[in-house]
């Protein structure tokens, strides 16, 4: 946003200031190119979107969803979420590459010859800001992302509007598997880094994300019929060669971040106290995978922290408890940039099905959503895993307590899914946090940002009044 309205101020200042007959001859640097080439941007959108979302994942949706908790530096674990320190501020994340993807779906709809990037900008569009309303609720939507043709104090909309309404979140989806049915021509998609130009891919990973959204908004709206013929054509990721993610490298430039940055930042986080006692329970082997055993343990045991410690009131020896696995720092080329997964679609559809949204196999479903999620995580799946805790009618559970915990476990590092998921389902029961800056209640909405505050006041003030004054605790629409 911010980037949004510097520009219409520094075009501002030039039209007011140098208006001369030769300005636009006199200011053109001929040797700097005055629009960028989609297949460029599309590589920026999609790597920067990822990496910045799988090192927020770290940094803050883990502690959101404890999968891990922070030593210092720790007022986001504390649930002050007005306070961002080494993450937490996902805000600019989406709107800047929002704004550079609406570059992208503009030059697809005005030069015949990029018409090709329409359908992969209209999927891309749907996914970011499914992710952004998912987070804040009501945001500015349908007035942002136009560049010159936009306005620098767009309104809020209502969740309900961007996911339903013409141009919204579903009807995008639609139209992005659309465009690329209709499209007959034979220029490639470039830049593609998630399908390498497989336009069969997207239309595979838009109805995936139909499914996960038709599913995310069943509460409010009634997604059988739909969620069923998707299901029922089978056009969907189901294997995790389709999964929609990029690989990390071991090498700068595309590196995970945790593992350019100073030790200390990464041994500021630990396996939380809930995530042990999840994997413990389940004798889950990918723990294996996610921690490295306590340093000061002589038998390799694991140990994890209840999030939210008051650092000036506890003492902790980092040595005591469980870092994050070597393939989050020294081997991160095992490590993905996570769009939506087969497990992940997998698991939804069980969700689905064993609450009689569709009609199916759920215990099928599931079992496959487990097999996957572990194949994913490069880890061997026990034989006896699935006939124990992790059963799908395991003693003193429910079916959709086992699937959403399957998910949440899974979902590590991947943004802020695992809290998303929490707080639609209430799965897995999340731990009372330590020294609790929000009255120990688990937050259910991330807040708007303070730079909203100073420079949208007007649209900003009127969505801060819906949110109880920009609360926490307010559940957005899918949720209420």
């Known amino acids: 946003m911010k ?18 007959k030769d300005f636009e001859e006199i200011n053109t640097n001929p040797n700097s190119p005055i629009s960028v080439q989609p297949s460029l941007l599309l590589r920026q959108v999609i790597y920067d979107y990822g990496e910045n979302m799988s090192y927020e994942g770290f940094v803050a949706g883990d502690l959101l969803s404890q999968h891990r908790t922070a030593l210092d530096f720790n007022l986001f674990d504390r649930h002050a979420l007005k306070s961002p320190q080494l993450g937490g501020n996902p805000w600019p994340i989406f709107y800047t590459n929002l704004r550079d993807n609406e570059i ?48 620098v104090t767009p309104a809020y909309d209502l969740q309900e509007d961007i996911y339903l309404n013409e141009n919204g979140i579903l009807d995008n989806l639609d139209k992005g598997i659309a465009a690329i049915e209709s499209y007959n ?67 700068d430039p595309n590196s995970f971040r945790l593992a350019q940055l100073r030790v200390g930042d990464f041994n500021n986080f630990v396996m939380s106290q809930t995530m042990e006692d999840i994997l413990t329970y389940l004798d889950d082997t990918r723990i294996h995978t996610f921690f490295r055993p306590f340093t000061s343990s002589t038998t390799g045991e694991f140990n994890g922290l209840i999030n939210g410690i008051d650092p000036s009131a506890t003492s902790v020896t980092l040595a005591d408890y469980s870092l994050a696995g070597t393939s989050f720092r020294e081997d991160t080329s095992t490590l993905d940039a996570n769009f939506i997964t087969a497990w992940e679609v997998q698991f939804a559809l069980a969700e689905a099905a064993a609450n009689n949204v569709i ?122």
């Open 3 to 20: 980037n949004i309205i510097y520009l219409y101020i520094v075009l501002g200042l030039l039209t007011t200031v140098s208006c001369t």
């Open 104 to 151: 992208i779906l503009n030059q697809s709809r005005t030069v015949e010859t990029f018409s090709v990037y329409e359908g992969p900008a209209l999927i891309l569009k749907a996914y970011m800001a499914a992710g952004l309303t998912d987070l804040f609720g009501d945001v500015p939507y349908f007035e942002a992302f136009n560049g010159v043709n936009g306005t």
């Open 185 to 251: 021509d034979v220029i490639p998609l470039e830049g593609d880094i998630l399908f390498n130009g497989d336009l069969s891919a997207w239309i595979r990973f838009a109805n995936s994300l139909k499914i996960k959204h038709l599913l995310r908004i069943s509460g409010q709206v009634d997604v059988s019929e739909e969620l069923q013929n998707i299901y029922n054509q089978g056009n969907y990721i189901t294997t995790n060669v389709q999964n929609a993610i990029f690989n990390f490298t071991n090498t």
């Open 359 to 480: 009609i199916a196999d759920a215990q099928n479903l599931y079992e496959n959503g487990v097999a996957l999620a572990f194949q994913y995580w490069n880890t061997d799946l026990p034989a006896n895993y699935l006939s124990g805790n992790a059963a799908y009618n395991a003693a003193g559970t429910t079916p959709t307590q086992q699937i959403i915990t399957q998910k949440w476990i899974a979902n590590l590092i991947n943004g802020y899914e695992g809290w998303v998921e929490f707080r639609r389902t209430g799965f897995p029961e999340l731990l009372t946090i330590s020294a609790s800056f929000n009255n120990d209640i688990i937050p259910v909405r991330m807040p708007y940002p303070a730079e909203e505050e100073a420079l949208n006041n007007e649209n900003y003030s009127q969505a801060a009044a819906a949110t109880n004054d920009n609360s926490i605790n307010v559940p957005v629409w899918w949720n209420e």
